[in-house]
């Protein structure tokens, strides 16, 4: 059984919200006229959660470190104009948080004015304490954003329980020192998630709720 955190950090994306429509539709706008080859959007999906940065610089290796930066602007144009109108909530996250104690925070590569503003559309902000994005400092795998929420809340790592669904989320966690739970039904790959040791995996958040799971493996 998982026991009771006094803090949880939640990846969004992959984790708490099916974003993967909006996202791989928002990056094959911001393509369009460029030499990039064509992609499908279950390559794209393989990048959630890394920063554009790492997507854009292995589909156009010639482009310019300022080019790249002009994709990601209109990237961060174009995305939030789609309105998240084809994100949809995980089942059971509602009300996995409702249930759950402790403080609650984010732990995202989204910044944090889209991440609140997808919380509020979903009807979840009302269960963070919290809410962190990537703002101006290096993305996941690093463990930046973990470590703002950690600070902000005044605790020690090993308080914190990270819930994540991609091995990015996993090398951050385990960077940051707080404890790892991975959930099986995001983007990432077990094999790769598997790699860091979860000390807990789950298929639904619920699971998070004094709930027996599998531990340490995929």
Not at 2 to 20: K, W
Not at 152 to 168: E, H, K, M, Y
Not at 184 to 201: F, I, K, L, S, V
Request: proline share 8%; glycine share 10%.
């Amino acid at each position: 059984m998982i026991p009771p955190f006094p803090v949880y950090l939640f990846d969004v994306d992959g984790t708490l919200v099916h974003s993967a429509p909006d996202i791989c539709g928002a990056i094959q706008e911001t393509l369009r006229g460029t030499p990039a080859p064509p992609v499908d959007d279950a390559f794209l999906t393989t990048y959630i959660g890394r920063h554009l940065i790492d997507l854009f610089t292995h589909l156009l290796p010639g482009y310019t470190p300022e080019q790249i930066d002009g994709l990601i602007a209109v990237y961060r144009k174009i995305y939030p104009a789609r309105g998240h109108k084809s994100t949809q909530l995980y089942p059971g996250v509602g009300q996995a948080l409702a249930r759950l104690g402790g403080l609650k925070s984010t732990a995202t590569t989204k910044g944090t004015p889209t991440t609140r503003t997808i919380l509020e559309m979903f009807g979840l902000i009302g269960y963070f304490d919290h809410v962190q994005g990537t703002d101006g400092f290096p993305a996941k795998p690093a463990p930046d954003v973990i470590l703002k929420s950690i600070e902000r809340f005044g605790v020690r790592p090993a308080d914190c329980l990270l819930v994540g669904d991609s091995s990015t989320d996993m090398a951050a966690g385990r960077a940051a020192g707080v404890k790892l739970c991975a959930v099986r039904y995001g983007y990432g790959n077990r094999q790769e998630m598997a790699r860091y040791e979860p000390d807990y995996w789950v298929d639904d958040l619920n699971e998070l709720v004094a709930r027996p799971v599998v531990s340490s493996t995929a």
